[in-house]
């Protein structure tokens, strides 16, 4: 049994990366006009509850189509079955006014005759991840032509409640954790054979409601719906069959091992309790696919956790310690529970994937026997596709990538988000890393616009953008709206997309305005509003940077403003808006000359966090260095005194983002590699992705860590464009303690090529190879080169 069902697992996976290859266009008139199809849903609930709902058509073909293409969206989430397969999961996450739908032909799935089109629908209510937004329960489905139109979603479809699903809230973990409830799935009263069969299941007609209502669609009162439909901006997410490294441990059991190999059942005994705890062997994203059968009456807790916990007096702390040791430590995570029917070939898997390196099942049975034929999981992730390539003299560099590149992954979905475990949201601080790092490391800018786009729809009247979205509850964090507004930056330089970001401006100028209405008469910011958010420091109170007693001034978040406006400007020269550029330029130099003003601090030659120049920070003086506040000499000075100055606050994992590109702009690129020092401290200690802040940390995979996937190529290699779409760029290698390095960085549908080795005790030599449409100059101390399309040979001494 567990070898019939890994095989239908996996043609069903392949099929689903197919669609996401395929890009299929819905018509257009479904992005225009009123849909045929309605939205359905159960008669007896008012949609805003807790459900799993379960829809079914059967349609007949005397003949298989070749194409047989479909729109298809529901709130909250779904799956899509063919005669019992899995076709599509769904909808990308999003906002109400801009819900997604998929666009997917399901012609390979049908046979001659009855065919099974199912969808099983679920609404969390209350107990929602915080990134998932709702109007109310429903499902709907639009027939792409003519040909597909039997399939519209009307009162022709059936409908269910699978009662076999409730949910329960995760709340003993202590720390901030929104990412979904934990699941409870009773067997006996879920109708196993719903799928591809209709003899167990009290079938009710839909209820239909209003038709589906796209982007540029409006009543002939300019009325829309609750959910704007638009067609899906994503690939479908990757899947695959992933098996677990090892079993650890095993209490009241012997021999499992054939619980993750498929290849002999462990059977559990009727009355006893067990425990098994696995060990995937790094950290992963997957839906948990557990097959059993007998075990009537049982319970099966399934725990799911990034690392095990040190206890103390026999409860969790908060310390980890080294990640791959599991003695004398504790489970600690979210869960779902199994309650078995008895019945034969059962195969339990989460509504929503789950996070984990380590799962431990927690078994007591009843007067049955309980077999358990396998566990694996579905890896599930953005489709990402690792096209960089760095090699040098130095192995442990090659562990570190790959780490990052770990880190990454498992934080890109259907959105970008900070970490997978607890929160799964997308913030902006983490989102401007994010997207340069899969840019440099897999040339994917898709999901990297989506974001921008994201925020862009979160402004709120008063100007400021949200701080994370989707979101179903508000956050602002005054700051991370300036992320934004370098992030769009940051996409215009390495992405030729201009009416994208033309459409961006005008939310960007409502928050620099926002900021400027709180500039007081001394240039510096006053009190700002909001979560004020920098970064995660030790000596500072919940990531706010020092203010003053009246909680103004910070030097932190005035510099940041300084550095924003001067990205700004950027852009409007770029889309020719000299006043603009002019105006905003003015505003930066009077706000940036008053902090150096107040702040300076001569003695220490750093400049205070405010004016009272009581506490002093990295991030004070990293973000004076990046907006250019003083000469370039005595800018290299500060950031040499910065780095070596171990009593001010210390900038955490995310902000070393800033210091790296102070020390880079500083000429100082080859101190990156003293820091990197701390990331590999982190892989001996069993660290599989990189984590949100010093131990003890939360989450032990945080995106904003994984940026040695941006800097091995912008810092190390030098690579970064000097012209908007990456049309032009320089290359100003920082080769640091390493005598060669080569690799090569994927740039839209080619890559830039480089081998390069150092000759003699201040030389370099090698070769760097460009697409046909690129050019640039390499800098080498105080030599340069212009490069060209095609070979280009470096030979400096």
């Not at 709902?53 to 779904?78: C, G, M």
């Not at 008063?462 to 992320?483: D, H, K």
């Not at 990531?543 to 030097?555: A, E």
């Not at 940390?697 to 810092?715: E, G, I, Q, T, V």
Request: glycine content about 6%; aromatic content about 12%; some cysteine.
């Amino acid at each position: 049994m567990k070898r019939i069902i890994v095989i239908a697992l996996l043609s069903q996976l392949l099929v689903i990366n197919t669609f996401a290859q395929e890009n299929i266009e819905p018509d257009s008139q479904w992005l225009s006009e009123e849909w045929q199809s309605q939205w359905i849903t159960h008669p007896n609930i008012t949609g805003d509850e807790v459900g799993v709902y379960l829809f079914k058509k059967v349609l007949s073909f005397e003949a298989v189509p070749q194409e047989y293409v479909i729109n298809i969206s529901a709130d909250n989430r779904y799956v899509l079955y063919i005669n019992g397969i899995v076709v599509a999961r769904g909808p990308a996450r999003s906002d109400l006014n801009r819900w997604q739908f998929a666009t997917i032909d399901i012609a390979s799935y049908l046979k001659v005759g009855e065919n099974h089109i199912a969808a099983k629908v679920w609404n969390m209510a209350d107990l929602k991840p915080t990134a998932q937004m709702s109007y109310i329960t429903g499902l709907i489905i639009q027939g792409n032509t003519e040909q597909e139109k039997e399939i519209n979603t009307d009162k022709t479809w059936r409908v269910a409640i699978d009662e076999a699903y409730s949910f329960y809230k995760i709340k003993h973990l202590r720390r901030f954790y929104v990412a979904g409830p934990g699941e409870k799935f009773t067997g006996e009263l879920h109708p196993w054979s719903w799928k591809i069969s209709d003899k167990e299941v009290d079938w009710k007609q839909a209820k239909a409601g209003k038709k589906g209502m796209p982007t540029k669609y409006y009543s002939v009162t300019g009325k829309t719906d609750g959910r704007v439909l638009h067609p899906r901006s994503i690939a479908m997410m990757e899947a695959k069959i992933q098996s677990f490294a090892e079993v650890r441990k095993a209490d009241g059991i012997d021999n499992v091992e054939g619980l993750i190999t498929g290849d002999a059942p462990v059977e559990i005994p009727e009355n006893s309790t067990v425990k098994i705890l696995l060990d995937q062997g790094h950290l992963t994203n997957a839906y948990p696919q557990l097959e059993y059968c007998k075990g009537a009456k049982s319970n099966i807790k399934i725990t799911y956790a990034e690392s095990l916990f040190i206890p103390k007096d026999g409860k969790p702390t908060f310390d980890k310690g080294n990640r791959d040791e599991v003695e004398g430590k504790v489970m600690w995570g979210n869960s779902d529970i199994i309650i078995p029917d008895g019945g034969d070939d059962r195969l339990f898997e989460s509504l929503w994937w789950r996070c984990f390196r380590y799962i431990e099942l927690e078994i007591k049975t009843a007067d049955e026997p309980l077999v358990l034929n396998a566990f694996n999981s579905e890896f599930t992730a953005y489709p990402l596709d690792l096209k960089a390539n760095f090699k040098c003299d130095n192995p442990r560099l090659s562990d570190i990538f790959e780490v990052a590149w770990r880190t990454q992954r498992l934080c890109a979905g259907e959105v970008f988000f900070d970490c997978p475990y607890y929160e799964q949201l997308q913030y902006t601080g983490d989102t401007r890393i994010q997207g340069l790092n899969t840019a440099y490391a897999s040339g994917d800018t898709v999901l990297w616009k989506d974001a921008i786009q994201d925020y862009y729809d979160s402004q709120l009247p008063f100007g400021l953008t949200q701080s994370r979205y989707p979101s179903s509850q508000q956050q602002i964090i005054a700051p991370f709206s300036l992320v934004w507004i370098t992030m769009v930056h940051d996409y215009m330089m390495h992405c030729n997309d201009q009416a994208f970001i033309e459409k961006m401006i005008p939310t960007m100028l409502d928050i620099l305005n926002w900021y400027d209405e709180r500039v007081e008469d001394n240039g510096m910011l006053g009190q700002l509003e909001s979560w004020l958010f920098v970064d995660w420091v030790d000596q500072w109170k919940t990531g706010y940077p020092p203010l003053n007693k009246d909680k103004k001034y910070s030097s932190v978040i005035g510099m940041q403003y300084v550095y924003t406006i001067q990205k700004a400007m950027d852009i409007f020269e770029a889309y020719g808006m000299s006043g603009l550029k002019q105006k905003w330029a003015q505003k930066a130099d009077v706000t940036q000359q008053s902090i150096i003003d107040n702040c300076w601090d001569n003695e220490k030659q750093l400049l205070a966090d405010t004016p009272d120049k009581g506490e002093f920070s990295q991030h004070a003086n990293i973000l004076a260095v990046l907006s250019n506040s003083f000469d370039a000499d005595k800018q290299k000075e500060l950031m040499q005194r910065v780095v070596n100055n171990k009593e001010i606050a210390q900038s955490s994992y995310y902000f070393d983002f800033y210091k790296v590109a102070a020390l880079k702009q500083t000429g100082l690129g080859d101190l990156y590699f003293s820091g990197l020092s701390v990331l590999n401290d982190l892989i001996d200690s069993g660290f599989t992705t990189f984590p949100e802040k010093f131990d003890p940390s939360r989450s032990d995979c945080h995106a904003w860590s994984a940026s040695p996937l941006y800097y091995y190529y912008a810092s190390i290699a030098g690579i970064t464009p000097t012209e908007t779409g990456f049309r032009r760029f320089k290359m100003r290698p920082s080769l640091g303690e390493l005598s060669f390095i080569e690799g090569k960085m994927p740039l839209r549908d080619d890559e830039i090529y480089f081998e390069l080795k150092k000759k003699g005790k201040n030389g370099i030599k090698g070769i760097v190879i460009l697409p046909k449409y690129l050019s640039g100059t390499f800098y080498w101390r105080d030599q340069t080169i212009e490069l060209v399309e095609g070979d280009n040979s470096i030979s400096f001494k």
